[in-house]
């Protein structure tokens, strides 16, 4: 038949249309139906397998269409139906369309532009460590849930993107005599049928299902005192803690201290916390450290179930990590980002403003040094080829999981840092509060933050360029600087490039704008001068007429650069040592470690520099060089001469220090203290492998396991903080029956601390058959929570024999071990790689791996850069093999 051309057009677009429809949408959903309010009833018994629901979705739809797509996995449907205001009711018929757990609802005719109702009958299985889980650590069954990030279409079907953000009424029918929570303070209870329970909970505020948060079960809820009012909130907020049952009362010190907090960050903000009441949950089995749910956050237990006497991490562990979630209530939870891409707007600036909080409540704790270690550390993910962006595109599902990294947190907390020293703090804090004014209750972009900061600055156009070169590409700066005094005005000469270890592939190319602030010396003192540095190469003229004696490149270790000198620069920056604050010698430690990972410097250097560092007054710049000494014993010492070199040297540079302080804590030393005495005996005693002391921590731990004893378990055998090494000297130095006595101990405990020191030691076994006992406890059912897999999995491995039969049974045995501790199986290939050195290693990881890695949530990053990783410290071992070990 033919056809006019005005026929012919209009088949083609709806030929277009329909295949429009028929594409399964990976990434983000159409917005062709929207949800404007949405109504979620469970009917959950946590002794069952499986739960029941009924979600009811009022949508717009914007345009006429037979196919709705949304998100649901695993769910068995029941019924779904579509209830237009204008038009005939209809029956969906319902396809999981991806393995990402996208559906695709199609009904027989048109559903109609305007608003519509949309019901979902239906029952699924709980999950393993996300969406709604089981755990069942005490005999008791609970269920708690963790949706993000995809966890939530495990859950319920519906829009299961951060850009879906409306208000959520959520019923939970569970049986008579069990506790149920959720986010937002319960209406009423009322009887559900024979022997079960509605619970009715006020609307939400404006959420995204990836913050929607329930749990159901015999858990011990208790009254913590109310958020009083203040000068930014005139009226008190509920606080409760959540625990399973018999533990409540170890929440005592986290609820205690949760109103300060929260006090501070509303003081920041200038905004009252966002939400009608606040349950912290102490959930005996978690995949992640905590997660910021609206009013109901969620938290691993052992972080609330510390207190004074806990261990110096562990309380430090519980302030940083809470500060960062209550930090969420108004990045994350009251302004979301629309899409994952931009994830670094919750999670950098947590990360950031959790430091921040706890710096201002707990100065004693350095905050900022955290911070900034930890900003070095994601300097090392940031030197790969595979790295990412901080602002990265997010094309499909398995792109998700990889965007919860170090570039996300760590980078992205340390370029606000920067950009907050550079525009200044009050100016900073001024933009913060704008933006979350104004975009309360929905969703932001990048864009949005950066422009509110870069209007307070006194060169807007300058920080939103220089911002957004550091967000929207990847890779770290490294600035060579040199001084110039041969004109009329000392001058320092500038060049930038992409700072790449040896063997990289990555192109150096890279550029810029930096916020570059320096710290030199002349004859009138110290001087700081800042300004924005573009270009490959620029001249900075120093302001002072003298020529300086020496020059940090990096002002107060703020910026997220590294450094590189010349020779007689550097030898200058390293006589006026002292001279330098802790975060400026921290940032030429860091400078050291670099020029030797890309090979500019030789072990011999190295060696010379970390002997001076090993004294600098603050812990993480004395303790710098260790890693790379760590990697010289494990890969660059050709024999067990060298090995035992290299671990004398590190018995010359931290023993005299040791010896000073003690091996016992002293009433009333500053965390720090116990924090670096600590750092010390392990580096002894692990690296530095000294006969006496091991012998000494592994008897101390014999009597913490009453070995020779009663055979009861004696804490206080040891001080808190070193009972884990301690535990874990027994049994490197012990045999079948110290392993035995740990698993007795373990099987009897539900302390979540002590059962992470029990399964460090048994993961440490040194014995092939005590090794291989210790991985089996990962598969076998009920005896270890899923979240402490890893600490079996990747113990025991301190020489190539331990690591072969390791990796054997981790590929052995991949598809279980990846079920349990999804959706974070694609870690597991960092288990399998660890130790590797040599380019035919890495080329053997993508045959095995890559098909198993290309479905898993984060699967192809996380195996391209391990296989990157290995193939780097094979070019390194070559580059630095041909000086070898060189005692300075």
Not at 545 to 570: I, K, L, T
Not at 805 to 827: Q, T, Y
């Amino acid at each position: 038949m033919r056809l006019t051309f005005t026929a012919a057009i209009a088949a083609l677009l709806c030929l277009s249309h329909a295949q429009a429809a028929d594409q399964v949408p990976v990434g983000r959903l159409p917005r062709t139906v929207v949800p404007d309010k949405v109504a979620v009833e469970l009917k959950i018994d946590p002794a069952q397998t499986r739960f029941s629901g009924t979600v009811r979705m009022h949508v717009q739809v914007a345009e006429a269409t037979r196919v709705v797509w949304m998100h649901g996995r695993d769910l068995k449907i029941s019924r779904a139906r579509i209830m237009p205001r204008n038009g005939a009711n209809q029956d969906f018929t319902v396809a999981e369309a991806d393995v990402s757990g996208v559906l695709k609802l199609t009904v027989p005719k048109p559903i109609q532009a305007g608003e519509a109702l949309i019901e979902i009958v239906y029952d699924a299985p709980f999950g393993q460590l996300q969406g709604a889980y089981r755990v069942k650590p005490d005999g008791n069954d609970y269920v708690v849930t963790q949706m993000e990030a995809l966890g939530a279409r495990n859950t319920f079907p519906g829009f299961d993107e951060p850009g879906f953000k409306q208000p959520w009424d959520i019923s939970l029918v569970v049986p008579n005599g069990q506790n149920a929570v959720a986010n937002t303070r319960e209406l009423r209870s009322e009887k559900a049928g024979e022997g079960w329970t509605r619970h009715v909970f006020a609307t939400t505020e404006n959420l995204p299902s990836y913050l929607i948060a329930f749990a159901v079960g015999p858990w011990d809820i208790v009254d913590g005192p109310d958020l009083p009012p203040n000068a930014v909130r005139n009226y008190p907020v509920k606080l409760r803690g959540i625990a399973a049952k018999g533990q409540g009362a170890r929440m005592k010190y986290a609820l205690a201290n949760t109103g300060v907090i929260v006090a501070a960050q509303e003081a920041y903000f200038d905004i009252p916390y966002p939400f009608d009441k606040l349950d912290l949950v102490a959930a005996p089995d978690f995949s992640a450290g905590a997660m910021e749910n609206a009013g109901l956050i969620v938290y691993r237990d052992s972080l609330m179930f510390a207190d004074e006497k806990s261990e110096v991490r562990a309380r430090q562990g519980y302030w940083g990590t809470h500060s960062h979630e209550l930090a969420h209530q108004w990045f994350g939870d009251l302004v979301t980002m629309p899409w994952w891409d931009d994830l670094w707007l919750n999670e950098a600036f947590a990360t950031w403003m959790g430091n921040k909080i706890v710096g201002q409540l707990q100065p004693g704790f350095h905050t900022d040094r955290g911070l900034m270690e930890s900003a070095l550390g994601a300097m090392g993910e940031d030197s790969l080829a595979s790295t990412r962006r901080v602002h990265e595109p997010i094309n499909e599902f398995t792109d998700i999981e990889s965007a919860f990294d170090g570039i996300t947190y760590s980078k992205g907390g340390a370029v606000l840092a920067m950009f907050e020293r550079y525009v200044g703090e009050e100016k900073f804090r001024d933009a913060i509060r704008a933006y979350l004014r104004k975009h309360a209750r929905g969703n932001a972009t990048s864009a949005d933050l950066i422009n509110a900061i870069a209007e307070v600055s006194d060169d807007p156009a300058g920080v939103r360029a220089a911002f957004n070169g550091f967000i929207d590409q990847p890779g770290v700066p490294i600035v060579h600087v040199g001084a110039k005094c041969d004109g009329p005005k000392p001058l320092l000469l500038v060049e930038q490039e992409r700072y790449l270890p040896v063997g990289s592939v990555a192109p150096k190319a890279g550029e810029w704008l930096l916020p570059l602030c320096v710290r030199y010396g002349d004859k009138n003192g110290l001087h700081e001068q800042c300004g924005l540095v573009g270009g490959k190469s620029a001249t900075v003229e120093l302001q002072t007429d003298a020529c300086p004696s020496f020059v940090m490149p990096n002002a107060n270790g703020a910026g997220y650069y590294r450094f590189a000198m010349s020779p007689a620069d550097q030898a200058n920056l390293e006589a006026n040592f002292d001279k330098l604050n802790e975060r400026e010698q921290r940032s030429f430690a860091d400078s050291v470690e670099a020029a030797y990972a890309a090979g500019a410097i030789d072990s011999r250097t190295f060696l010379g520099a970390a002997a001076r560092l090993a004294n600098a007054p603050v812990r993480q710049t004395a303790t710098a060089p260790l890693d790379t000494i760590g990697w010289m014993i494990q890969h660059l010492a050709r024999n067990d001469a060298e090995k035992q070199s290299l671990r004398d040297f590190v018995g010359r540079i931290y023993g005299p220090r040791l010896a000073r302080m003690g091996t016992v804590p002293k009433a009333g030393e500053s965390d720090d203290d116990r924090l670096l005495r600590n750092s010390l005996i392990a580096t002894m005693a692990g690296t530095a492998k000294q006969p006496a002391l091991r012998a000494d921590l592994a008897a101390k731990g014999r009597a913490v396991l009453g070995i020779g004893g009663d055979g009861a378990l004696h804490l206080d055998a040891i001080a808190t903080d070193q009972r884990g090494l301690a535990l874990r000297m027994a049994m490197e130095e012990g045999d079948a029956a110290v392993f035995d006595v740990l698993l007795a101990h373990l099987s009897s405990s539900q302390d979540p601390v002590l059962r992470g020191q029990l399964l460090g030691a048994l993961g440490s076994a040194k014995d092939p058959a005590l090794a291989a006992r210790a991985r089996a406890l990962a598969l076998e059912p009920g005896k270890l929570r899923r979240n402490e897999l890893r600490t079996v999995i990747y113990g025991g491995r301190d020489d190539d024999a331990a690591r072969q039969a390791s990796r054997a049974w981790l590929d052995a045995n991949f598809a279980a071990l990846e079920a349990k501790v999804n959706p974070g199986g694609a870690s597991l290939i960092n288990g399998y790689v660890g130790g590797m050195c040599s380019v035919a290693e890495a080329d053997s990881v993508v045959p095995k791996f890559g098909q198993r890695m290309s479905t898993l949530e984060g699967g192809p990053r996380a195996l391209a850069q391990a296989v990157e990783e290995v193939k780097l410290c094979a070019s390194l071992k070559t580059q630095q093999s041909r000086a070898g070990v060189q005692l300075p």
